[in-house]
């Protein structure tokens, strides 16, 4: 035997892979011993033996039948292998006949597999206990019964399953090279005239240059793909994508099934700007006049020069606003108040906002007559988006060529989005002792087509074998070296269990906290630089010792350009406004802040390259995130309204790391939304807005092109109202609500081209 480790340091090795439970006849006794596996320096595999004291003869007896099946199991597993896609084997019906004898007798001698607190002894001195266990478990009902393998051949042989149609021709096609047809394999299997052959099955696609299947074509926001036909003069060209894309296209809404109100996305500048001016023609004076700012993108009511009340009275009257005393609009207030009240109530209107004047409690006012003002007030800021939005929708259905604007922006932005469908019945997971559902096999080709997405698979479905057989795949594909599942800390131990359990000959190495100081985080990150696995298991704790650079500084860097860029636009722009200098201090002091931050995160980045392992050096390039929704507590701009269902103000420092990692990620892959799936089985629990969470992880790319940010996405899908609710002695409070979900006809396919 080579030079080698001792037993001592073997028997310390934190996993049970490296022993097997064997028997040695000494004198005509059996005795039992554990048979450690080392490794020579020089590479050699060999092994140290340790005799196993204190078991009973009972033990014993349980232990020489127990490696009976196990050793049977292992050679019919080998035979079913080999005899994988053979009818009528002979080889593998006597091993089944054989297998099933040692099985029966077995349990005749020492009861059920499951559950059975009398072999539990076994798993600290065999690798395979396990993978014995597994040949039972229980039904629905409740029974106990055996494993597929011990009633037929669960293993299939890909290289004698031919594909049969061109659909599936193309998909293996895909198999073999994914994210773009293997033209090659094509024009090996049907000749020179594969593209007629094929036609109908894949489409080139213009935009990104290549042939793609036509599940994931006629997939997605189809509109945008004709739009970028037709845009490019290549209409005739591709008319039999066109024709294809706007058969998938869903039936476009007229604009009385649309949804009209203040605030909405697919409204654009030039329709306020024209409905401004169709207000002003109804009031029918020149004393005050309704502009629409393009700059700070705003409804303003400008005074003309004559601040008489009269004339203001008229537009208050226009919009039913009260002009009784204690009203925002009493008739005997200065102008100057009433104009910025009914300015505030206007900014709120195009931007989405729920419904106020705005008012401050006065010096000699108690709370209590203030609050119950403020909720007259805030009826009335109510009645007034009540009358504006009637206003607006009427005179977008009225006006032609503006609910012609709005129809087409509407059904190509929200309207346009097709389910992508896929099948994954050609998926071959090596080393998978297994079955996979059908789900499972979708889901896997879902994310190797997208190389991305969202698992949301209910709980208890197996969302942590279908990401584990994914990024094996991965792996066999070339599609990544050093895949990594992070996952929460009190689940490793079930997880390694788990995998353990369900894959063979497939090398997994696990990175989490440990008993020592030689079996830290940091020593198994270091440990595992220069080791080739087939995937590494990580706790979400272990990212606190990898240094990813920080994606807040890339954020604020990018926001310092904005509020610089949106100050010069205001400083230049022509019309003059009140509200321009207060929107500017607003702006220097953001400006202000955002350095502050900036240099803070600029001396933590600093110390956090010399302090962690970079994941540039260990090189990790593909992450799967189980428990994903410990990670939706990132900041969205309408969680800082601090409202229920509105999303939090500040992320947490989870959600920042993972934002991190993220944007890691999807730089090394050309800035694509490629990488990365996360895995949840309740993706959304509180607000709509959990979901633009998973979007900002996993297809920051796509809300970018799309043009969602945190309001617009807010007032689309889940627009805010507010109630007047009244507390023990009856004062009225504001309450900004979350009411039904809008546009569900755009909201549930966008999220299905994500998870």
Same mark, same amino acid.
């Given at each position: 035997?080579?030079?080698?480790?001792?037993?001592?340091?073997?028997?310390?090795?934190?996993?049970?892979?490296?022993?097997?439970?064997?028997?040695?006849?000494?004198?005509?006794?059996?005795?039992?011993?554990?048979?450690?596996?080392?490794?020579?320096?020089?590479?050699?595999?060999?092994?140290?033996?340790?005799?196993?004291? %204190?078991?009973?003869?009972?033990?014993?007896?349980?232990?020489?039948?127990?490696?009976?099946?196990?050793?049977?199991?292992?050679?019919?597993?080998?035979?079913?292998?080999?005899?994988?896609?053979?009818?009528?084997?002979?080889? #593998?019906?006597?091993?089944?006949?054989?297998? !099933?004898?040692?099985?029966?007798?077995?349990?005749?001698?020492?009861?059920?597999?499951?559950?059975?607190?009398?072999?539990?002894?076994?798993?600290?001195?065999?690798?395979?206990?396990?993978?014995?266990?597994?040949?039972?478990?229980?039904?629905?009902?409740?029974?106990?019964?055996?494993?597929?393998?011990?009633?037929?051949?669960?293993?299939?042989?890909?290289?004698?399953?031919?594909?049969?149609?061109?659909?599936?021709?193309?998909?293996?096609?895909?198999?073999?090279?994914? %994210?773009?047809?293997?033209?090659?394999?094509?024009?090996?299997?049907?000749?020179?005239?594969?593209?007629?052959? +094929?036609?109908?099955? &894949?489409?080139? +696609?213009?935009?990104?240059?290549?042939? &793609?299947?036509?599940?994931?074509?006629?997939?997605?926001?189809?509109?945008?793909?004709?739009?970028?036909?037709?845009?490019?003069?290549?209409?005739?060209?591709?008319?039999?994508?066109?024709?294809?894309?706007?058969?998938? =296209?869903?039936?476009?809404?007229?604009?009385?099934?649309?949804?009209?109100?203040?605030?909405?996305?697919?409204?654009?500048?030039?329709?306020?700007?024209?409905?401004?001016?169709?207000?002003?023609?109804?009031?029918?004076?020149?004393?005050? $006049?309704?502009?629409?700012?393009?700059?700070?993108? $705003?409804?303003?009511?400008?005074?003309?020069?004559?601040?008489?009340?009269?004339?203001?009275?008229?537009?208050?009257?226009?919009?039913?606003?009260?002009?009784?005393?204690?009203?925002?609009?009493?008739?005997?207030?200065?102008?100057?108040?009433?104009?910025?009240?009914?300015?505030?109530?206007?900014?709120?209107?195009?931007?989405?906002?729920?419904?106020?004047?705005?008012?401050?409690?006065?010096?000699?006012?108690?709370?209590?007559?203030?609050?119950?003002?403020?909720?007259?007030?805030?009826?009335?800021?109510?009645?007034?988006?009540?009358?504006?939005?009637?206003?607006?929708?009427?005179?977008?259905?009225?006006?032609?060529?503006?609910?012609?604007?709005?129809?087409? !922006?509407?059904?190509?932005?929200?309207?346009?989005?097709?389910?992508?469908?896929?099948? %994954?019945?050609?998926?071959?997971?090596?080393?998978?002792?297994?079955?996979?559902?059908?789900?499972?096999?979708?889901?896997?080709?879902? =994310?190797?087509?997208?190389?991305?997405?969202?698992?949301?698979h209910a709980v208890g479905a197996g969302k942590t074998l279908t990401m584990a057989s994914l990024m094996k795949t991965m792996k066999k594909m070339n599609m990544c070296n050093r895949p990594v599942m992070i996952v929460r800390p009190n689940n490793i131990a079930s997880i390694k269990k788990d995998l353990e359990s369900s894959f063979e000959n497939t090398k997994i190495v696990y990175v989490m906290a440990g008993?020592?100081?030689?079996?830290?985080?940091?020593?198994?990150?270091?440990?595992?630089?220069?080791?080739?696995?087939?995937? +590494?298991? =990580?706790?979400?704790?272990?990212?606190?010792?990898?240094?990813?650079?920080?994606?807040?500084?890339?954020?604020?860097?990018?926001?310092?350009?904005?509020?610089?860029?949106?100050?010069?636009?205001?400083?230049?722009?022509?019309?003059?406004?009140?509200?321009?200098?207060?929107?500017?201090?607003?702006?220097?002091?953001?400006?202000?802040?955002?350095?502050?931050?900036?240099?803070?995160?600029?001396?933590?980045?600093?110390?956090?390259?010399?302090?962690? &392992?970079?994941?540039?050096?260990?090189?990790?390039?593909?992450? +799967?995130?189980?428990?994903?929704?410990?990670?939706?507590?990132?900041?969205?701009?309408?969680?800082?309204?601090?409202?229920?269902?509105?999303?939090?103000?500040?992320?947490?420092?989870?959600?920042?790391?993972?934002?991190?990692?993220?944007?890691?990620?999807?730089?090394?892959?050309?800035?694509?939304?490629?990488?990365?799936?996360?895995?949840?089985?309740?993706?959304?629990?509180?607000?709509?807005?959990?979901?633009?969470?998973? #979007?900002?992880?996993?297809?920051?790319?796509?809300?970018?092109?799309?043009?969602?940010?945190?309001?617009?996405?807010?007032?689309?899908?889940?627009?805010?109202?507010?109630?007047?609710?009244?507390?023990?002695?009856?004062?009225?409070?504001?309450?900004?609500?979350? %009411?039904?979900?809008?546009?569900?006809?755009?909201?549930?396919?966008?999220?299905?081209?994500?998870?």
């Amino acid at each position: 035997i080579p030079e080698q480790q001792t037993v001592d340091e073997v028997k310390n090795i934190p996993t049970t892979f490296n022993r097997n439970a064997i028997i040695i006849e000494e004198n005509g006794i059996k005795v039992p011993y554990v048979e450690y596996f080392t490794y020579s320096k020089n590479g050699e595999q060999s092994s140290v033996i340790e005799k196993i004291e %204190g078991l009973s003869d009972k033990q014993i007896s349980i232990l020489c039948d127990y490696i009976e099946l196990r050793n049977a199991y292992k050679t019919h597993r080998k035979i079913a292998k080999d005899n994988a896609g053979i009818k009528d084997s002979e080889d #593998f019906d006597k091993s089944l006949v054989h297998i !099933k004898n040692i099985y029966e007798n077995f349990i005749q001698k020492n009861g059920n597999l499951f559950d059975n607190k009398e072999i539990q002894f076994i798993k600290d001195y065999d690798k395979d206990f396990l993978d014995i266990i597994l040949l039972e478990k229980k039904n629905e009902e409740g029974k106990i019964v055996v494993a597929s393998i011990l009633e037929r051949n669960i293993f299939v042989n890909s290289k004698q399953k031919l594909p049969t149609s061109i659909e599936e021709h193309v998909l293996y096609s895909m198999n073999k090279k994914f %994210g773009e047809i293997d033209i090659a394999y094509l024009e090996e299997n049907f000749g020179a005239n594969w593209q007629e052959i +094929c036609k109908g099955e &894949i489409f080139f +696609c213009p935009e990104e240059e290549k042939f &793609i299947p036509k599940n994931i074509y006629l997939s997605g926001n189809i509109a945008d793909k004709i739009n970028y036909i037709e845009s490019s003069g290549l209409a005739e060209k591709y008319a039999e994508n066109i024709s294809a894309l706007k058969e998938a =296209m869903p039936k476009r809404l007229t604009i009385d099934e649309i949804d009209i109100q203040g605030g909405l996305p697919y409204i654009s500048k030039e329709i306020y700007s024209s409905f401004c001016d169709a207000i002003n023609e109804g009031i029918g004076t020149n004393s005050y $006049t309704f502009q629409f700012n393009e700059t700070l993108c $705003t409804i303003e009511c400008v005074s003309r020069g004559k601040n008489e009340n009269k004339y203001f009275n008229q537009i208050a009257s226009k919009f039913g606003l009260s002009l009784s005393e204690g009203m925002p609009f009493d008739s005997e207030d200065s102008v100057s108040s009433k104009l910025k009240r009914l300015n505030n109530a206007l900014d709120c209107f195009v931007q989405g906002g729920v419904a106020t004047f705005g008012t401050r409690q006065k010096k000699d006012e108690s709370y209590e007559v203030y609050a119950k003002r403020k909720g007259i007030w805030e009826f009335e800021a109510k009645n007034l988006f009540v009358e504006l939005n009637k206003l607006l929708k009427r005179f977008i259905k009225n006006t032609p060529g503006h609910s012609a604007i709005v129809e087409k !922006k509407y059904n190509d932005s929200l309207n346009s989005y097709v389910v992508p469908k896929f099948d %994954g019945s050609f998926i071959q997971v090596d080393g998978l002792r297994k079955d996979l559902y059908d789900y499972q096999r979708r889901a896997i080709a879902q =994310m190797l087509y997208n190389r991305t997405g969202l698992l949301d698979h209910a709980v208890g479905a197996g969302k942590t074998l279908t990401m584990a057989s994914l990024m094996k795949t991965m792996k066999k594909m070339n599609m990544c070296n050093r895949p990594v599942m992070i996952v929460r800390p009190n689940n490793i131990a079930s997880i390694k269990k788990d995998l353990e359990s369900s894959f063979e000959n497939t090398k997994i190495v696990y990175v989490m906290a440990g008993d020592g100081k030689n079996n830290s985080i940091a020593n198994s990150l270091k440990s595992i630089k220069n080791e080739d696995f087939d995937l +590494c298991v =990580m706790t979400e704790s272990a990212l606190a010792h990898i240094y990813v650079p920080n994606a807040e500084l890339i954020d604020i860097k990018r926001d310092i350009v904005y509020q610089n860029e949106l100050m010069d636009a205001i400083l230049s722009d022509n019309q003059k406004s009140t509200k321009y200098e207060t929107v500017l201090n607003e702006i220097r002091k953001r400006i202000s802040k955002l350095h502050e931050n900036l240099k803070l995160l600029e001396i933590q980045e600093e110390k956090d390259k010399k302090t962690k &392992i970079g994941i540039s050096d260990i090189g990790f390039d593909f992450f +799967c995130v189980d428990e994903a929704h410990g990670y939706k507590n990132l900041a969205t701009e309408t969680g800082k309204q601090m409202t229920q269902g509105s999303g939090v103000a500040e992320s947490s420092n989870k959600a920042k790391n993972m934002m991190s990692l993220c944007h890691y990620i999807h730089t090394l892959n050309n800035n694509t939304d490629t990488g990365i799936v996360m895995a949840t089985g309740t993706p959304i629990t509180n607000a709509i807005t959990e979901m633009l969470v998973y #979007f900002k992880y996993i297809k920051p790319n796509f809300l970018k092109k799309a043009g969602w940010d945190d309001k617009n996405f807010e007032n689309t899908f889940y627009p805010p109202t507010e109630e007047i609710t009244y507390d023990a002695i009856g004062t009225p409070r504001r309450q900004k609500v979350y %009411g039904k979900i809008s546009n569900i006809n755009a909201l549930s396919p966008m999220y299905m081209t994500l998870a």
